[in-house]
């Protein structure tokens, strides 16, 4: 046998063994993303810690690992009077306490519609976020794109997440 079928049938013996992957679905808390004025036209950035339990999450029994996370579904409503008014794009990414974890962006609103109650993001379908979830706390960060300053006005957002987890 030659070297590369030597390779491919110890990854396949490895994948046989490693047990069948189960899949389940994530959904995050309500999280509200606060932008504190004074705003600028461009991009303003908003952050929320986002600490879960995924054993109790998922009424998970025994250990797990996560093998793969994907973004399934990002909802946004707007929690003030303005609404999406003066808003152009929306960017989602997820961040990590870990260092070589490097922040990847998984959602996006381009251009935003001012008058709807509720935006569903563009989802990132490739993006894979399961070492953002691995520590059980993953930092949000919404990059919103305003059309002009505002000086005297916060800003706030409601955002609820769904994932897609691939569990050992």
């Known amino acids: 046998m030659n070297p590369a079928g030597l390779i491919l049938g110890a990854a396949l013996l490895l994948a046989a063994c490693s047990g069948p992957e189960e899949v389940r679905e994530l959904r995050s808390e309500t999280m509200t993303i606060v932008l504190e004025a004074p ?10 810690e986002w600490v879960f339990d995924l054993a109790a999450s998922l009424q998970l029994e025994g250990p797990r690992e996560v093998k793969r996370a ?9 929690g003030d009077s303005l609404g999406f008014q003066q ?3 929306f960017v989602l990414s997820l961040a990590s306490d870990n260092p070589e974890v490097s922040m990847q962006e ?18 990132a379908e ?13 930092y949000v960060v919404l990059d ?6 505002e000086w005297e ?4 957002l409601s955002l609820d997440l769904t ?3 691939g569990l050992n």
């Open 144 to 149: 919103v794109d305003l059309a002009e300053d």
């Open 70 to 78: 994907h973004l399934t579904q990002a909802v946004l409503t707007p």
């Open 126 to 138: 490739a993006a894979d976020v399961a070492a953002h979830l691995a520590e059980g706390k993953a």
């Open 153 to 156: 006005l916060n800003r706030t």
């Open 106 to 123: 998984v959602a996006f609103v381009n251009p935003v519609d001012a008058s709807s109650a509720s935006i569903s993001m563009e989802v």
């Open 87 to 89: 808003i152009r794009s």
């Open 163 to 165: 994932l897609e987890l």
């Open 39 to 48: 705003l600028f036209e461009g991009p303003n950035p908003g952050q929320y």
